[in-house]
């Protein structure tokens, strides 16, 4: 298949407008993590985005088909890490308790680092779900949902944790997943001055209620087994 710019691999001209496309979408996703951040979803237009990254609006939905997509590719940086390191953990075979807990309190760490992010992102994936009236699809590459897959992490291992008996069966992993981040997402919104060490608490509270209760009612454990020394 020939490249879309229409000449060799190694043609100048080609490189040039590689090069060009490549810095005006990385000067786009600058300019949205700056709008978002500062200024939330409501506040945030494509066209604000566009000028600051000094391209046109047109040229913005060239490269971002909507805003839903371009906050998705501006917070999917940060989560899909979580998600690598879940199946390196799965790999080695490590206790998927001690690795969940890592990874619910690396989640509210991010939370609370990007948290006028995190709350536009929980506010784009509304309206997207509301457009779309379903669950995400994997080729959907303008759902936020998909570009930003915070629940993979947890889904991964809890599936995992499943399959080797680790822990219950019910509810499924997926709907866990979802169920975490959810709240996660909300408290971005309802909590914003939340310290993540709490927020971390509530929802491995939540998670283990339903995948593992006996770490809740071990005598050893105390009453709050989560909670972490301050």
């Given amino acids: 298949m020939p490249p879309s710019d229409g000449g060799p691999p190694d043609d100048p001209r080609a490189r040039a407008a590689r090069t060009k496309r490549d ?9 949205a993590d700056s709008a978002f951040g500062s200024r939330g ?16 609006a047109a040229t913005a939905y060239n490269h971002f088909p909507t805003k839903h997509a371009l906050l998705g590719y501006v917070y ?8 690598v390191q879940a199946e390196r953990d799965i ?3 490590r206790p998927v308790v001690e690795a969940l807990i890592d990874q619910v309190r690396a989640l509210a760490r991010i939370s ?10 929980w506010s784009a994936i509304q309206e997207y779900g ?15 949902r998909v570009l930003a897959p915070i629940p993979d992490s947890i ?9 080797t008996g680790q822990l219950r069966t019910f509810p499924a992993a997926s709907e866990v997943a979802a169920m975490v981040v959810n709240l996660l997402l909300i408290r971005a919104i309802n909590r914003p001055e939340e310290d993540p060490d709490v927020t971390s608490e509530l929802l491995l509270t939540v998670m283990f209620g339903a995948l593992k209760p006996d770490l809740l009612t071990d005598p050893a454990s105390g009453e709050r087994p989560f909670r972490q020394a301050r």
């Fill in 130 to 144: 509301t457009r779309v009236e379903g669950l995400p699809m994997p080729d959907d590459d303008a759902d936020p």
């Fill in 112 to 121: 609370a680092r990007y948290r006028k992010l995190t709350a536009a992102l």
């Fill in 76 to 83: 999917g940086p940060l989560v899909r890490p979580l998600a």
């Fill in 155 to 163: 889904r991964l291992l809890a599936e995992h944790g499943q399959r």
């Fill in 91 to 93: 790999e080695a075979d």
């Fill in 41 to 56: 979803w409501a506040q945030t237009r494509m066209e604000d985005i566009a000028a600051s990254a000094g391209v046109s």
């Fill in 23 to 31: 810095r005006t979408r990385r000067a786009l996703l600058d300019a």
